[in-house]
């Protein structure tokens, strides 16, 4: 069988080339060289499952670092966080503070709790919080004029460890620290139905969503794969199987992959090669992204996204209410409370549409 040397559909698997992005990335790394404090250096970046979320945080991490950041790496959000983002600072900023300067500044107010480089002496490892430790970190690489840039993972707004994290960084912005904090997660991860602080700093932070790849940046980088690869895929099939991503990273992973498994040995893929895998690549997308979606989901709100794919994904709210047999004023309820998931979109007055790609065409099949 022919080796699959590009595509690698598995959820935060680096891809062998980042398709588009280029405008995110570039506005994300602007963002680091602002000032200390400035709205730029908190973002929230929301993308559905599949999106490529975790793939660009990882990317950002690269290249923040080769700005001479000190980066903690992507970390999901969950118990243990900020414990893993101190030891993550420690390792990546070690190398911009020597062990022998440590000790040059050891009697300053700077290096104070440190006893060497960026490790923490034994009393305020023992004794100390995370957000303590975060803190010092901070400072020290502040000190020594590098910027601390935060990675965050499946954002979720109620944890406790992203409250601990987000009033650190507040802190820390006041006193003018050079940090900067990136935090991923679905569409629905910041309209929590608590309203505190928390809420109010995620509101502010600079929101970047990541959308549907654009087709002709699908296309081209098929074209280019399957050359790379060997498959001779003509160009109407090919334009065929650019169509069926969706605009979703993860669907291009699973088509690319599958054509080459379903192509002949030859590298030839025929009609019937492109249906069956486009069938298999589905197939994989509604068991890893649609049905984990309807499985978040209510059975009225799964009944509401029944009534707008049965018009064709798109939908009026009148439609949809008349589909479900409730009044305009109960449909409205769950159209809140889809639209606050990213599960909907509501693209004109009185209307909504399905976000996620293929989940109309899957909810159509029954
Ligand atoms: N820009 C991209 N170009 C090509 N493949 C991508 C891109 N972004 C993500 N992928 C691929 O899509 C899949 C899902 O990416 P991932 O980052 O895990 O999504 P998310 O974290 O949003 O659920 C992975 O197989 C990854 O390699
Ligand atoms: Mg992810």
């Known amino acids: ?26 506005s994300l790394l602007a963002g680091l060289q602002t000032t200390p404090g400035s709205r730029e250096r908190a973002v929230v970046m929301l993308g559905q499952r599949g999106s490529g979320k975790t793939v660009l945080l ?26 893993r983002i101190v030891e993550k600072i420690q390792d990546a900023g070690s190398r911009y503070v020597s062990e022998r300067s440590a000790r040059v ?64 960084y507040q802190e820390l912005v006041g006193e003018g ?34 959308e549907p790849l654009g087709f002709s ?17 003509g160009d109407d099939l090919r334009r065929r199987a650019s169509e069926a991503t969706e605009g979703s990273p993860y669907l291009l992973q699973l088509v690319g992959h599958n054509l080459v498994l379903y192509a002949a040995d030859d590298g030839t893929v025929d009609e019937g090669a492109l249906e069956s895998a486009l069938e298999s690549a589905r197939r994989d ?29 798109r939908a009026r709210m009148s439609a949809v209410a008349k589909r479900m047999g409730v009044t305009p004023d109960y449909a409205q309820k769950y159209r809140k409370r889809l639209l606050n998931a990213g599960v909907i979109t509501a693209p004109e007055r009185g209307r909504v549409a399905i976000a996620i790609p293929h989940l109309t065409g899957y909810l159509q099949q029954g």
């Open 1 to 26: 069988m022919r080796q699959d040397t590009i595509f690698s559909p598995s959820f935060g698997n680096r891809p062998s080339q980042l398709v588009g992005r280029e405008d995110v990335l570039s």
């Open 105 to 168: 500044t050891g009697g300053s107010m700077g290096a104070l709790g440190f006893s060497a480089g960026l490790q923490f002496t034994r009393d305020v490892q023992e004794t100390k919080s995370d957000a303590y430790k975060l803190t010092h970190l901070c400072r020290r690489l502040t000190e020594r004029d590098r910027g601390v840039l935060v990675l965050v993972d499946e954002l979720q707004a109620n944890s406790p460890e992203v409250r601990s994290l987000i009033a650190t």
């Open 58 to 83: 990882w990317e950002l991490a690269d290249q923040a670092t080769a700005a001479g950041f000190a980066v903690a790496t992507p970390t999901i959000a969950a118990e243990g966080m900020v414990g």
């Open 177 to 210: 620290q050079n940090i900067a904090l990136v935090m991923a997660g679905l569409p629905g991860a910041v309209s929590a139905t608590l309203n505190d602080r928390v809420l109010t700093f995620l509101n502010r932070a600079r929101k970047v969503t990541l």
């Open 217 to 233: 940046e699908v296309d081209a980088f098929f074209l280019q794969a399957f050359r790379t690869l060997g498959l001779a895929v």
């Open 285 to 313: 997308f509604e068991n890893d992204i649609c049905e984990t979606t309807l499985a978040s989901l209510s059975d009225q709100d799964v009944a509401f996204l029944r009534a707008v794919a049965a018009e064709g994904g």
